[in-house]
């Protein structure tokens, strides 16, 4: 089999983030979301990757790169524009030719990631698997509807819910799907649904299997469920200090402390995870929190956060919470009168103030 990894998106609902940087590439637990899909693939015994790639497409090839590191192959797969999950599967038809493939959104995190599916495809001989999970608003998804295992019915974010069932980011095809994509027609927001060439299978009398996921599974399209997904990863993640602590410190629980940074007179309660050359500095560091590498972080206390690399948090009044910090960023006390809020924002910020 050979996998796609959708990684074309613009993620306007994590901006100004992703102003700057590719929705795939922000980290949980200081592993970009996308290297998380590249492992799923790899562990299911797929290593011939196409990437989809939009507008940061430089971006995604200069951090993945040939794919070596993981033991795969990876080739990239330009998208002039986001026109839709079956568009993306339409273009890569000349890369996938007649192979089976695993199609992952690389916004996507599963829990255990999606091998047991892929095993369960190839031997069930099904034209397509989709995995589906129980959700509670479904008008904000492609739902289906199950009877014993088979799929009847999709439909594409429906305004009256015929289901609760939503389609998760992993899809199972054959070659046939490439029949399908190349007969549907561009819905009312001019986009190739996914859920239609599903759909189009269905009704031309092909094996569509459905496996309802009991573990969890987030788009990490926004913040909250950026936060959601880093503390489930940090508390899956097993504890090792290779950085300096000194003997004023306390480390607690959980906790990854990468070789070069360094803990001074604070206090690190787990799960959290501390990259290289980052330094903490007479500070609290609260559970579920991320810190990349190249910061600083003195005289502040922080809890259930992501901060990005080379970001510097100096002297904060108040504890810093459920918040995602983005790269070279500086929040600190300001030392000049009269004593103001002095914020530099780009669109689509949101701040919370004592």
Same mark, same amino acid.
């Given at each position: 089999m050979k996998g796609l990894i959708l990684s074309g998106g613009k993620g306007t609902r994590l901006r100004p983030i992703t102003y700057t940087s590719a929705k795939q590439l922000v980290p949980v637990a200081n592993k970009p979301v996308l290297f998380y899909g590249i492992e799923y693939m790899v562990e299911a015994g797929i290593t011939d990757i196409g990437i989809v790639v939009g507008d940061t497409r430089e971006e995604i090839?200069?951090?993945?790169?040939?794919?070596?590191?993981?033991?795969?192959?990876?080739?990239?797969?330009?998208?002039?524009?986001?026109?839709?999950?079956?568009?993306?599967?339409?273009?890569?038809?000349?890369?996938? $030719?007649?192979?089976?493939?695993?199609?992952?959104?690389?916004?996507?995190?599963?829990?255990?990631?999606?091998?047991?599916?892929?095993?369960?495809?190839?031997?069930? $001989?099904?034209?397509? !698997?989709?995995?589906?999970?129980?959700?509670?608003?479904?008008?904000?998804?492609?739902?289906?509807?199950?009877?014993?295992?088979?799929?009847?019915?999709?439909? !594409?974010k429906p305004r009256e819910p015929i289901s609760n069932l939503a389609l998760v980011g992993v899809y199972m095809f054959d070659h046939h799907v490439f029949e399908a994509v190349n007969a549907i027609k561009p819905s009312a927001r001019g986009e190739l649904e996914i859920t239609d060439a599903i759909q189009y299978l269905l009704d031309h009398g092909y094996h569509i299997h459905a496996h309802e996921l009991d573990g969890w599974w987030f788009d990490t399209g926004k913040m909250e469920d950026m936060l959601e997904v880093n503390r489930l990863v940090l508390d899956s993640l097993q504890p090792a200090i290779? $950085?300096?602590?000194?003997?004023?410190?306390?480390?607690?629980?959980?906790?990854?402390?990468?070789?070069?940074?360094?803990?001074?007179?604070?206090?690190?309660? $787990?799960?959290?995870?501390?990259? !290289?050359?980052?330094?903490?500095?007479?500070?609290?560091?609260?559970?579920?929190?991320?810190?990349?590498?190249?910061?600083?972080?003195?005289? *502040?206390?922080?809890?259930? *956060?992501?901060?990005? !690399?080379?970001?510097?948090l100096l002297d904060l009044p108040g504890r810093l919470e459920s918040s995602l910090i983005g790269r070279n960023v500086e929040i600190g006390r300001s030392p000049i009168k009269p004593k103001a809020y002095k914020m530099i924002l780009g669109d689509h910020s949101k701040v919370g103030v004592l």
């Open positions: 090839k200069n951090a993945v790169g040939s794919g070596d590191r993981w033991g795969a192959k990876v080739t990239y797969i330009p998208q002039e524009a986001p026109l839709g999950l079956a568009h993306a599967v339409k273009i890569a038809e000349p890369y996938l $030719g007649s192979d089976p493939f695993v199609m992952y959104l690389g916004d996507n995190m599963i829990e255990g990631g999606f091998a047991p599916f892929v095993r369960e495809y190839q031997s069930g $001989g099904y034209n397509c !698997e989709v995995l589906l999970k129980r959700v509670p608003n479904p008008q904000q998804y492609g739902v289906a509807v199950v009877e014993d295992g088979t799929v009847q019915r999709l439909v !594409e290779e $950085g300096y602590v000194d003997s004023d410190s306390q480390i607690l629980g959980k906790v990854t402390l990468a070789k070069s940074a360094e803990v001074i007179n604070s206090v690190i309660r $787990g799960p959290v995870i501390i990259g !290289e050359r980052t330094r903490i500095v007479n500070s609290y560091i609260g559970p579920f929190t991320a810190i990349h590498y190249g910061c600083t972080i003195t005289n *502040s206390e922080i809890e259930h *956060s992501i901060i990005l !690399e080379n970001s510097q």
